[in-house]
Nanobody, 113 residues
Framework: QVQLVESGGGLVQPGGSLRLSCAAS????????MGWYRQAPGKQRELVAT?????LTNYADSVKGRVTISKDKNTSYLQMNSLKPEDTAVYYC?????????WGQGTQVTVSS
């Protein structure tokens, strides 16, 4: 079993930056990919970025060039730059493992002046 806890969300002005963190615990060795997703009010949850165990990354077109996903042994990170109001959402990290898919509780990101 894998447990995930997000942190780093908050209020930021348009054009600002945030770095989100996702700390994993439990059966970490079973994880083969981690990702970040977001859900805005009234909208469906959508992919932001993923990173495989091998370090391969994938980004949504809406954030490409502004967002970087990275990881270490226990934690994934989402560096977000040049933030826009439309980036406002609850951001969730996840982990894909041989035991299934795990989700964190989410962290709020609000981009507003």
């Amino acid at each position: 079993q894998v447990q995930l806890v997000e942190s780093g969300g908050g209020l930021v002005q348009p054009g600002g930056s945030l770095r989100l963190s996702c700390a994993a615990s439990g059966m970490i060795a079973s994880i083969y990919a981690m990702g970040w997703y977001r859900q805005a009010p009234g909208k469906q949850r959508e992919l932001v970025a993923t990173i495989s165990r091998e370090g391969l990354t994938n980004y949504a077109d809406s954030v490409k060039g502004r967002v970087t996903i990275s990881k270490d042994k226990n934690t994934s990170y989402l560096q977000m730059n040049s933030l826009k109001p439309e980036d406002t959402a609850v951001y969730y990290c996840n982990a894909f493992s041989s035991l299934g898919t795990s989700w964190g509780q989410g962290t709020q990101v609000t981009v507003s002046s």
